[in-house]
T-cell receptor, first 119, second 118 residues
Framework: GAVVSQHPSRVICKSGTSVKIECRSL??????MFWYRQFPKQSLMLMAT?????????EQGVEKDKFLINHASLTLSTLTVTSAHPEDSSFYIC???????????????FGPGTRLTVL | AQKVTQAQTEISVVEKEDVTLDCVYE???????LFWYKQPPSGELVFLIR??????QNEISGRYSWNFQKSTSSFNFTITASQVVDSAVYFC???????????????FGQGTELSVKP
């Protein structure tokens, strides 16, 4: 149980294009999903918290107009990197927090990540 | 402010050695959760354990064991008889208790890269 998928696993795009990354919880409902960014040899940096049916909460320094997050259902959240530039190249990881009605287990399960390369 | 410190950046051991990964945390909350995740070269984070702040009982799972001590704000992870497949980056993380729809952000340590050589 508690499987999170992420698609695509790897994407290469030209500068100026937009890229959409999907995150799905496969066998549980997730009212809350998180998006992280990880640079080589570094820890995970939280970008935003996504709650189903409401606007995402972005961490300080993260441009909400550049990283669009949509959490339209209890099993799907998407991150769109708009007008991507080479400095946006990174490893993007999503996680889903298992949440049963009225109770939160507070365990986050992570997707396999998406490696974005912007040329 | 919440903070997680993993002072060991890299550790290298020979197979079958025991190894302990240190984790020290800071939080003002009385209710919080501590986690360990493993990130192998493939990149996917694998959940290893969750411990809540009211449960100081140590845990053993096969070759893995965890020592939670609130008095020293530490949550250390020991691998017994290490194997090459244990080579990965290990992250300790802290989450302050969230409600159904709020909070629950994970604060990660910097990670410890464990290399187990044959």
């Amino acid at each position: 149980g508690a499987v999170v998928s992420q698609h695509p696993s790897r994407v290469i795009c030209k500068s100026g294009t937009s890229v959409k990354i999907e995150c799905r919880s496969l066998d549980f409902q997730a009212t809350t999903m998180f998006w992280y960014r990880q640079f080589p040899k570094q820890s995970l940096m939280l970008m935003a918290t996504s709650n189903e049916g409401s606007k995402a909460t972005y961490e300080q320094g993260v441009e909400k107009d550049k990283f669009l997050i949509n959490h339209a259902s209890l099993t799907l959240s998407t991150l769109t990197v708009t007008s991507a530039h080479p400095e946006d190249s990174s490893f993007y990881i999503c996680s889903a927090r298992e949440g049963l009605a009225g109770h939160v287990t507070d365990t986050q399960y992570f997707g396999p990540g998406t490696r974005l390369t912007v040329l | 402010a919440q903070k997680v410190t993993q002072a060991q950046t890299e550790i290298s051991v020979v197979e079958k050695e025991d190894v302990t990964l240190d984790c020290v945390y800071e939080t003002r909350d009385t209710t919080y959760y501590l986690f360990w995740y493993k990130q192998p070269p493939s990149g996917e984070l694998v959940f290893l354990i969750r411990r809540n702040s009211f449960d100081e009982q140590n845990e053993i799972s096969g070759r893995y064991s965890w020592n939670f001590q609130k008095s020293t704000s530490s949550f250390n992870f020991t691998i017994t008889a290490s194997q090459v497949v244990d080579s990965a980056v290990y992250f300790c993380a802290l989450s302050e208790g969230g409600s159904y729809n709020q909070g629950g952000k994970l604060i990660f340590g910097q990670g410890t890269e464990l290399s187990v050589k044959p």
